[in-house]
């Protein structure tokens, strides 16, 4: 069997160039990493990091997000969608169309939804809400 190529692997031909050749608006190849963005280009990020919350709440082996977040943004819709639905799950359509309202990523939305749900302790599918009904 055939070694495949590692794309993550430097060689020697594809070491990126030495920081003063590489011009402040050109994006770094792919192969750079985050973490050696500061050896390449001699720059440190300036973004601002989120600060991790002492304390947070641990349920069913779940931690909840840190405030300030992405993460924590997702599972504010999915807290405020359970109180508004009578403290029953809400449904993952739902979550999607308020996290696009937001512009969140979709994938994150669905990641976050699931990990709030084991959080809450909702497992599995959930019946639908009967409709209402009339008497004649």
């Known amino acids: 069997m055939a070694k495949?190529?590692?794309?993550?692997?430097l060689t020697p031909?594809?070491?990126?160039a030495p920081a003063a050749s590489q011009p402040a608006n050109q994006p770094l190849p792919a192969h750079v990493g985050a973490h050696n963005r500061e050896l390449v280009t001699?720059?440190?990020?300036?973004?601002?990091?989120?600060?991790?919350?002492?304390g947070r709440a641990v349920q069913n082996g779940v931690t909840r997000p840190s405030?300030?977040?992405?993460?924590?943004?997702?599972?504010?819709?999915?807290?405020?969608?359970?109180?508004?639905?009578n403290n029953a799950c809400p449904p993952?359509?739902?979550?999607?169309?308020?996290?696009?309202?937001?512009?969140?990523?979709?994938?994150?939305?669905?990641?976050e939804y699931y990990?709030?749900?084991?959080f809450m302790g909702i497992?599995?599918?959930?019946?639908?809400?009967?409709p209402p009904v009339t008497v004649a």
């Open 123 to 130: 497992a599995g599918r959930q019946a639908k809400a009967a």
């Open 92 to 111: 993952i359509g739902a979550v999607r169309a308020a996290g696009q309202a937001k512009n969140l990523n979709p994938n994150n939305v669905q990641i």
């Open 4 to 9: 495949r190529n590692n794309p993550n692997k």
């Open 67 to 85: 405030a300030g977040g992405l993460c924590a943004a997702v599972w504010q819709i999915c807290d405020e969608l359970y109180k508004r639905n």
């Open 115 to 118: 990990v709030w749900r084991k």
């Open 42 to 54: 001699g720059l440190v990020p300036t973004a601002r990091s989120l600060k991790i919350q002492q």
């Open 13 to 16: 031909a594809a070491k990126p």
